[in-house]
């Protein structure tokens, strides 16, 4: 298994768009490593550099300590799972399996250089190598039932577990990820995340996954690399980029439903103005500079009240339910927002409620869509 490190990696396509901007990126000897964000913000780019798909136009990338810019993707010891898993029709699920090791075998030549006897034990000896190989990726990933049919006889699920059988056949150095789950539906989408996890752990390789789902993301990744316009905003576990994001970007990038924001200014006095309303900061916050900023406010973290103190006043506009919890989105003079809570009797739509964010639950960030977090006094 292998780390593997960016430095001062950049990336800038033939027609001059800047995918990737400057990065440094170190990846440990078996971590599970995901590159997340919306489409178009370079994560696929980053990934097929380290793949050797793409040329790198700045910096160094190394595997293992070895710079491998000008080494040929063959050679870098690495496996890629596609979203695409384009496997051969013709051939079975064990075909398909073996294939890739079958071709990087010794040359059957070099083999019949040797007296006869030991050609064939040497043969033998490696089919029966790659036999067990095959059969021990298709236990893993339960497919050894399938090793006998076609592709056009799988389920989606099936094939991708194929496409994954054939890199861990390989025993690679690391695996690469590109949306491997992306066209699976939503039920198998969330099996196969588990799957992945558990093989992660089995093997204790070295992944580097990319997804633009951030549940995906927080699911599978040891840590999460959060990606917007080529710029890498946060590198971090799942954990702290959700409770600490760096900016507003990664912040309502993250979390489902997505955070709520009032931007307005915090006054001499700790107190934050907003569209006419006066709330009072967390002691926490009480510290942070007067002038503009911007709250965020998860929907979990608003609390329907029944005092004004510090509430925002609001009124349904709908209530949807999930079974353990629902979430109201209301109407105010702040904006919409969306309050994630306990189901619960007595709630109606046009109703007038009051909210109130709990003291943990403020996050203040600069102004501007991008703002960088303010840390906590
Ligand atoms: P993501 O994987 O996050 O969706 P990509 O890495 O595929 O993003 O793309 C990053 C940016 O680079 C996008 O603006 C995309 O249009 C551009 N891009 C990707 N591939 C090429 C290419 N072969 N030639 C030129 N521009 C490209």
Redesign the pocket.
């Known amino acids: 298994m292998a780390n593997v490190q960016l430095q001062q990696v950049g ?1 800038t ?3 001059g ?1 800047r ?2 901007e400057t990065m440094d990126l170190s990846i440990a000897d078996g971590e599970f490593l995901v ?1 997340v ?12 550099m380290i793949a050797g798909l ?1 040329e790198v136009t700045d910096g160094t990338i190394s595997i293992d300590g070895r710079v491998v810019n000008d080494v040929h993707p063959s050679e870098r010891d690495i496996a890629m799972v596609f979203q695409n898993y384009a496997l051969y029709p013709h051939m079975t699920v064990a075909g398909n399996l073996s294939f890739g090791l079958e071709r990087r075998r010794r040359h059957p030549s070099r083999l019949r250089g040797l007296f006869d006897a030991g050609y064939r034990s040497a043969r033998r000896e490696e089919l029966r190598s790659i036999r067990e190989r095959v059969e021990k990726a298709a236990r893993m990933l339960g497919i050894e039932a399938l090793l006998g049919r076609h592709p056009r006889e799988l389920s989606g699920g099936q094939r991708q577990r194929v496409a994954l059988g054939r890199a861990l056949v390989r025993d690679p150095k690391a695996f690469l990820f ?1 949306e491997p789950l992306s066209n699976l539906d939503a039920k198998l989408r969330v099996e196969m995340r588990t799957e992945l996890r558990i093989l992660h752990r089995q093997l204790g390789a070295t992944m580097i996954y ?1 997804t ?1 789902d951030q549940e995906e993301a927080m699911t599978l990744g040891d840590r999460l690399v959060v ?1 917007h316009d ?1 710029i890498v905003q946060q590198v971090d576990t799942p954990d702290r980029v959700y409770r600490e994001p760096a900016n507003r970007f990664v912040a309502s990038f993250v979390g489902t439903p997505t955070m709520n924001f009032f931007e307005g200014s915090v006054d001499s006095a700790a107190r934050f103005q907003v569209a006419g309303l006066s709330l009072s900061l967390p002691a926490a916050h009480r510290s942070t500079p007067a002038g503009p900023c911007t709250i965020g406010v998860r929907p979990d973290a608003l609390e329907l009240v029944s005092d004004s103190e510090n509430a925002i006043p609001c009124s349904i506009e709908t209530i949807e339910f999930l079974g353990d919890r629902i979430d109201l989105i209301l109407n105010s003079d702040v904006g919409r927002l969306v309050c994630r809570t306990a189901p619960r009797s007595g709630l109606a739509e046009g109703d007038a409620v009051l909210l109130r964010p709990t003291e943990a639950g403020v996050h203040l960030f600069e102004p501007g869509p991008d703002g960088a977090r303010r840390s906590k006094s």
Do not use: I, N, Q, W
């Open positions: 990336k396509y033939d027609g768009v995918a990737v590159l964000g919306p489409s178009g913000c370079g994560k696929s780019t980053t990934l097929r793409e590109d990319v633009h990606m080529g």
